[in-house]
T-cell receptor, first 113, second 112 residues
Framework: DTEVTQTPKHLVMGMTNKKSLKCEQH?????MYWYKQKAKKPPELMFV???????INESVPSRFSPECPNSSLLNLHLHALQPEDSALYLC????????????FGSGTRLTVV | KNEVEQSPQNLTAQEGEFITINCSYS?????LHWLQQHPGGGIVSLFM???GKKKHGRLIATINIQEKHSSLHITASHPRDSAVYIC??????????????FGKGTHLIIQP
């Protein structure tokens, strides 16, 4: 298995809802990432997990809450989002360290209404 | 000033043309990635470079560390090459898991 699988592919949620995005990989990668991409813009790093520990949080609002329950799974819990949080949320993984490449998931297209 | 600059931002070419996309960066890096993103889709990693040149099929990527510059070339371009091509760098931090810093992307359209 050489893929990063993200679910759901599309999500519409209200501003009072709580939802979660899921990312899964079975390549043995020990680093996992969440990126946010607005339309026609490059992705922006949100969080990095290294060996299941949060190593980078790019000053993301607390309405986004990451979780890494095990080395294969990364979640992003969403609560009280705003319409401006509508974006493509991309997950990626890498074996560890800069000498190795990244594998990206196909993303979750989130719309907040 | 953006740490990663790409040019051109938009490029339309005819099928069969030789395509060059350029990337310049202003920081010390550990590695540079060329990525491809189709409309509405996820991102595919094409190359990771820390020196020299790599080739895969019709795609060639080069990097000059001294000049802080990289190029992506597409030979015999085809309409299926139409996509956004993104240059992204891993800034030097001595190792560990590091996020990517992205250029703004080059929107390439290859017309039949």
């Amino acid at each position: 298995d050489t893929e990063v699988t993200q679910t759901p592919k599309h999500l519409v949620m209200g501003m009072t809802n709580k939802k979660s995005l899921k990312c899964e990989q079975h390549m043995g990668h020990r680093a996992m990432y969440w990126y946010k991409q607005k339309a026609k813009k490059p992705p922006e790093l949100m969080f990095v997990y290294s060996y299941e520990k949060l190593s980078i949080n790019e000053s993301v609002p607390s309405r986004f809450s990451p979780e890494c329950p095990n080395s294969s799974l990364l979640n992003l819990h969403l609560h009280a989002l705003q319409p401006e949080d509508s974006a493509l949320y991309l997950c990626a993984s890498s074996p560890q360290g800069w000498t190795y490449g990244y594998t990206f998931g196909s993303g979750t297209r989130l719309t907040v209404v | 000033k953006n740490e990663v600059e790409q040019s051109p931002q938009n490029l339309t070419a005819q099928e069969g043309e030789f395509i060059t996309i350029n990337c310049s960066y202003s920081v010390g890096i550990s590695a540079l990635h060329w990525l491809q993103q189709h409309p509405g889709g996820g991102i595919v990693s094409l190359f990771m470079l820390s020196s020299g040149k790599k080739k895969h099929g019709r795609l060639i990527a080069t990097i000059n560390i001294q000049e802080k510059h990289s190029s992506l070339h597409i030979t015999a371009s085809h309409p299926r090459d139409s996509a956004v091509y993104i240059c992204a760098v891993i800034m030097y931090s001595g190792g560990g898991a590091d996020g990517l810093t992205f250029g703004k992307g080059t929107h390439l359209i290859i017309q039949p």
